[in-house]
């Protein structure tokens, strides 16, 4: 007789609320923000999923679209709450051609 394997039916249990995941955490944007540097800004985005995080883009000289869908895929998960301080015009810009202001919680020019 076959033995039926022990299979685990339990399903995962979700982070709680914690003091912790309701501060807001700031990532910084890089002055440029473009592929080059866009592997330690997914970690930095990856390491805080499930909390509140402020954008602070004030520095943003130059970002490419990579990073723009970096973002966007951030901002889309359910466990994310974003906010953004100072957003330099070139994100604006940069997410206004690309048609992604309202995905990205940005302002329109």
């Known amino acids: 007789m076959n033995a039926v394997p022990n299979i685990d039916t339990t399903l995962p249990t979700l982070p709680s609320l914690t003091d912790n995941s309701r501060q807001w955490v700031t990532i910084p944007l890089s002055q440029s923000s473009t592929l080059t540097n866009i592997i330690d800004l997914h970690k930095q985005l990856q390491q805080n999923v499930g909390r509140r995080?402020?954008?602070?883009?004030?520095?943003?000289?130059?970002?490419?679209?990579?990073?723009?869908?970096?973002?966007?895929?951030?901002?889309?998960?359910?466990?994310?709450?974003?906010?953004w301080q100072s957003p330099s015009s070139v994100i604006c810009e940069a997410a206004m051609l690309l048609d992604l202001s309202a995905q990205l919680n940005l302002p329109k020019l």
């Open 53 to 83: 995080v402020q954008l602070y883009g004030a520095e943003v000289e130059r970002i490419d679209t990579a990073t723009l869908q970096l973002l966007l895929a951030f901002i889309s998960q359910a466990t994310v709450t974003i906010g």
